[in-house]
């Protein structure tokens, strides 16, 4: 037990290769449905936003603002997806990760700013 290990187990066993299976696949079709939900949330903060009488300053810019970190996201999710189809991807840098983060929150925010009613 000197080393760490329970009598009689042995030395530990190297990783075997990996075999990736469908993870690979779950993970690309992950993407694609998140990717899908961002754009469904851009899509109705624009029609929410058609639909208004008289749309303030700050909605219009949360609605660019909208358009500007979808297309954020949809470059990084096609980054990976494609990095993906070359076999195992790099891991996912912390700084796209935080990239990722901001957007979703930010993309929550703008659809806060551009459903709130004028006046209130």
Same mark, same amino acid.
């Given at each position: 037990?000197?080393?760490?290990?329970?009598? $009689?187990?042995?030395?530990? =066993? @190297? *990783?075997?290769? =990996?075999? @990736?299976?469908?993870?690979?696949? !779950?993970?690309?079709?992950?993407?694609? =449905?998140?990717?899908?939900? &961002?754009?469904?949330? *851009?899509?109705? &903060? $624009? !029609?929410?936003?058609?639909? !208004?009488? *008289?749309?303030?300053?700050?909605?219009?810019? *949360? &609605?660019?603002?909208?358009?500007?970190?979808?297309?954020?996201?949809?470059?990084?999710?096609?980054?990976?997806? =494609?990095?993906?189809?070359?076999?195992?991807?790099?891991?996912?840098?912390?700084?796209?990760?935080?990239?990722?983060? $901001?957007?979703?929150?930010?993309?929550?925010?703008?659809? &806060?700013?551009?459903?709130?009613?004028? $006046?209130?």
């Amino acid at each position: 037990m000197a080393d760490g290990h329970p009598p $009689g187990a042995g030395a530990p =066993r @190297p *990783a075997p290769d =990996r075999d @990736p299976g469908l993870q690979p696949e !779950r993970t690309r079709l992950a993407w694609r =449905r998140t990717t899908l939900s &961002a754009t469904v949330v *851009a899509v109705l &903060a $624009g !029609r929410q936003l058609l639909h !208004r009488d *008289a749309p303030g300053p700050v909605q219009v810019v *949360a &609605a660019v603002l909208t358009g500007l970190l979808w297309a954020a996201f949809v470059a990084v999710s096609h980054h990976r997806m =494609r990095a993906m189809a070359a076999g195992r991807p790099p891991a996912l840098p912390p700084r796209t990760a935080l990239l990722l983060v $901001g957007c979703t929150l930010t993309l929550a925010l703008c659809g &806060a700013v551009i459903l709130a009613r004028p $006046g209130r």
